[in-house]
């Protein structure tokens, strides 16, 4: 079995992602262009089997799909597309391309299908429901924005941890999730939101939560991000 993931030039953190995974030689990434997507189109063999998911979808959910599919799924070659669905629909209307609806036999069936979609969206959600859960243990305000874009910061930098090299790259990225175009508004949102929570948290209730991680130093954003991907990946929550 060998899977081919051919994802958006500019679905960087999924790429990313996946890079980081230990698939040996049963795995391949290739990024495109929009440019370039018509030609692919035109190349892919109506026999192959293909599973087309939208750009929009959580990093988490798309690495769940390929997670799940190397667990149920043998002997079968798969190429996963991750593309703008809107880009997608245009380059099928003008090229009245129909390859995609051709009925094929899959060696997998529908039940297949659904159990792995139904795995991945209960993985997703376990994540979101721990990042979620960790804020409001240590009494962050869950509607107020900074709260919220803190939530999508923890997410994007577990899926890919370079981000957290970055302070930058990872509020620009919120930045974009949430469709603000002043990252230092996202900054400090963040930062005021965080300051807020941690001034009514003792550190031993630090110490408690993270345990031995939490060095007692001053919690800076960067830190603060460290320590909840850290907490994750030690109640063994990694998906990958």
Do not use: W
Not at 24 to 38: A, W, Y
Not at 83 to 108: A, C, G, R, V
Request: aromatic share 10%; proline share 1%.
């Amino acid at each position: 079995m060998s899977i081919k993931v051919i994802i958006d030039q500019n679905n960087d953190i999924l790429y990313n992602r996946l890079s980081n995974l230990h698939y040996e030689d049963k795995l391949e990434l290739l990024k495109i262009t929009k440019e370039e997507l018509p030609t692919l189109i035109g190349k892919i063999n109506s026999k192959e089997h293909l599973i087309i998911l939208d750009s929009i979808n959580s990093v988490l959910f798309c690495t769940n799909i390929l997670k799940n599919l190397f667990k149920q799924i043998d002997k079968v070659d798969i190429i996963i597309l991750v593309i703008d669905f809107k880009s997608l629909t245009n380059i099928i209307d003008q090229k009245k391309h129909h390859l995609f609806f051709k009925k094929k036999q899959p060696n997998y069936s529908v039940f297949d299908i659904i159990n792995i979609i139904e795995n991945s969206l209960n993985g997703t959600l376990e994540i979101e429901k721990n990042i979620d859960s960790i804020l409001n243990k240590l009494g962050f305000t869950s509607y107020l924005k900074g709260t919220i874009y803190l939530r999508d910061a923890i997410m994007l930098a577990y899926n890919d941890n370079n981000l957290i090299q970055d302070m930058n790259l990872l509020v620009e990225k919120v930045s974009e999730r949430n469709n603000v175009t002043n990252t230092k508004v996202v900054r400090s949102a963040m930062d005021k939101s965080l300051n807020t929570a941690l001034n009514y948290i003792d550190n031993n209730i630090l110490y408690d939560f993270f345990n031995d991680y939490y060095d007692g130093r001053k919690i800076s954003l960067k830190y603060f991000i460290d320590l909840c991907i850290h907490y994750l990946n030690k109640e063994n929550l990694s998906l990958l």
